[in-house]
């Protein structure tokens, strides 16, 4: 009765919340009254057979359930139980109640005297209760033949190698170039993830595919394909007025980075300029301390793109 007292308190604080659209009582009720009418008349004549009235009580809640009512009467079982989630977690805190009083009356009625005259069985068949399932399913996993396991054709990979350090990420790049009969799909937003594991890139902007290609084709389009670094040895040089007058230089920018101090040599529209350069350095006898070719930035790509489809 506390149980259901309770429950009651419950029910009224829910109804009468303000915009609320919860259960009823009468309902709630009904749902109770139910219940507690078939777990008693199964109780009841399981005793009279010599079973246990809990098995009774157990049937009743099957019966009750989807499993028979709701597969048999559909409809008045959705009628009595509601799918409506304040109804279902009213009653199922009903049903944890209940399971509650089931543990505690079984503890009561645990006759400790027999217990102790039969403490050898009690203790094996309470280690075996544990350690059977676990070695079955150890021997299942173990025993279980490769061909029943799922091997997919297809992988899902989202962010693989999000936090993890780089010799971690090393592995995982290595276990996915071990799988080359596999078509493995990756959503990352780390674009040296892309460059080092995939061969086709798709850019999605707005739920729009805005860019389709290999990683090399959608570098190319960054406005630093092919642009040439120049650092000099020695300063004192103005060598910008000289690139600016070869054909296929667009423009020259200076850059200060942990890499060093230079200028950054732009092509028009990413075409080879390095055979240009480096006739024109020679011929000025300019002193180089690095010179190399820019590749593509997926990050440039990217930004521009998406950006553009905003």
């Not at 090393?170 to 990352?188: D, F, G, Q, Y």
Request: with cysteine.
């Amino acid at each position: 009765m506390a149980g259901l007292g309770l429950s009651l308190v419950s029910t009224a604080a829910f109804a009468d919340h303000p915009g609320s659209h919860g259960p009823s009582e009468a309902l709630f009720l009904l749902q109770i009254i139910v219940l507690l009418v078939g777990a008693r008349l199964l109780g009841e004549f399981m005793q009279r057979i010599g079973q246990p009235a809990v098995m009774g009580q157990l049937i009743a809640g099957i019966l009750l359930g989807p499993s028979v009512l709701g597969a048999v009467w559909p409809w008045f079982h959705h009628l009595l139980f509601p799918t409506d989630p304040g109804r279902q977690a009213m009653i199922g805190a009903v049903a944890e109640l209940g399971i509650l009083l089931l543990l505690l009356l079984t503890g009561m009625e645990t006759d400790l005297a027999v217990v102790r005259q039969s403490r050898r069985s009690t203790f094996c068949v309470a280690i075996a209760g544990m350690a059977v399932p676990f070695l079955c399913g150890f021997a299942l996993g173990e025993m279980l033949p490769q061909a029943l396991l799922h091997d997919p054709d297809v992988l899902v990979l989202d962010e693989p190698t999000d936090g993890l350090d780089p010799n971690q990420k090393h592995e995982v790049r290595r276990l996915i170039s071990t799988m080359p009969e596999k078509a493995i799909v990756i959503s990352t937003h780390i674009l040296e993830e892309v460059d080092a594991v995939c061969t086709r890139a798709i850019v999605i902007a707005n739920g729009r595919v805005v860019a389709d290609g290999t990683p090399g084709l959608l570098a190319a389009r960054s406005r630093h394909h092919n642009a040439v670094r120049l650092e000099l040895a020695v300063n004192g040089h103005d060598p910008v007025a000289a690139l600016l007058r070869l054909p296929g230089v667009e423009t020259v920018e200076p850059i200060e980075d942990i890499d060093g101090s230079g200028i950054l040599i732009f092509p028009r529209e990413g075409q080879s300029i390095i055979a240009e350069v480096t006739d024109l350095i020679r011929t000025a006898g300019w002193p180089v301390a690095a010179l190399r070719v820019e590749r593509g930035r997926l990050d440039d790509v990217f930004r521009t793109i998406t950006l553009q489809s905003t």
